[in-house]
């Protein structure tokens, strides 16, 4: 079971590079991204993903998922607006945490991101 997440945690990372080399991401690609290092514990693509003003967010997230095992599960996201250097991001799917043997599932749907474009590169600022 240790070794399966293991190969799972290693897949996302290697997906969290493709995309952090692409340069050309959608801002729906980004929050997939996004949402797949905040279940992977991955600190440093949270913050490589978010604005300055929401990196302390990020944190407070990933902090939420400290001690938990948890998971993406069908996550389809799509922009609501772009204009060229922001865009409102929404997700459907769920985050799936693991406490001891309970699931707890998160419905994605419920949260729509706020991205911006900076230094070429959609980025998390908030949510609306």
Same mark, same amino acid.
């Not at 600190?43 to 929401?54: I, K, N, T, Y």
């Not at 993406?72 to 409102?88: H, Y």
């Given at each position: 079971?240790?070794?399966?997440?293991?190969?799972?945690?290693?897949?996302?990372?290697?997906?969290?590079?493709?995309?952090?080399?692409?340069?050309?991401?959608?801002?729906?690609?980004?929050?997939?991204? @996004? @949402?797949?290092?905040?279940?992977?514990?991955?600190?440093?693509?949270?913050?490589?993903?978010?604005?300055?003003?929401?990196?302390?967010?990020?944190?407070?997230?990933?902090?939420?998922?400290?001690?938990?095992?948890?998971?993406?599960?069908? =996550?389809?996201?799509?922009?609501?607006?772009?204009?060229?250097?922001?865009?409102?991001?929404?997700?459907?799917?769920?985050? =799936?945490?693991? @406490?001891?043997?309970?699931?707890?599932?998160?419905?994605?749907?419920?949260?729509?991101?706020?991205?911006?474009?900076?230094?070429?590169?959609?980025?998390?600022?908030?949510?609306?």
């Amino acid at each position: 079971m240790m070794k399966r997440w293991k190969t799972v945690l290693l897949l996302l990372g290697f997906c969290l590079f493709l995309v952090s080399c692409s340069g050309s991401n959608s801002p729906a690609d980004v929050v997939v991204a @996004y @949402y797949n290092a905040l279940v992977a514990g991955d600190a440093s693509s949270l913050s490589q993903l978010s604005c300055a003003d929401w990196e302390q967010q990020s944190k407070l997230m990933l902090d939420s998922f400290t001690g938990v095992k948890a998971r993406v599960d069908n =996550i389809v996201c799509s922009e609501l607006e772009n204009d060229g250097s922001s865009a409102a991001v929404n997700c459907k799917g769920k985050i =799936i945490a693991t @406490y001891g043997t309970e699931d707890q599932e998160i419905d994605l749907s419920n949260t729509t991101f706020v991205l911006q474009k900076q230094g070429g590169e959609w980025l998390v600022c908030g949510q609306k």
